[in-house]
């Protein structure tokens, strides 16, 4: 049986974004500072329940998914989607609000 390999991205360019480059897909983020710290608290917690020690991330589950999350930005309707296991934040993603455009992990 092979074992899933998962990635920390969903994409290059998020974590290259993370990183304060620029990408058209996100122009219009008006508050991209602040949506950066919000992809690094994502990518460096290690225990899920720190999200509830900040109010405006919202944590939802994805309904219908096992382990997979998404957090606010901020910043309009984008939100930051991830699948949680083992303690960290896997396949990070950053989407427009749109639950039927995020494909579902089982």
């Not at 500072?33 to 589950?61: P, Y």
């Amino acid at each position: 049986m092979l074992k899933t390999v998962r990635k920390k991205f969903k994409n290059k360019e998020l974590q290259d974004y993370m990183e304060s480059k620029w990408f058209k897909q996100w122009a219009g983020i008006k508050t991209a500072e602040k949506v950066r710290r919000r992809i690094k608290f994502v990518n460096n917690t290690r225990d899920i329940r720190d999200f509830s020690a900040f109010s405006g991330f919202r944590l939802e589950k994805i309904k219908g998914t096992k382990n997979y999350y998404s957090i606010r930005t901020g910043s309009g309707q984008w939100r930051i989607f991830f699948i949680w296991e083992n303690n960290e934040a896997w396949e990070i993603d950053l989407n427009k609000h749109d639950y039927k455009q995020i494909k579902r992990g089982k």
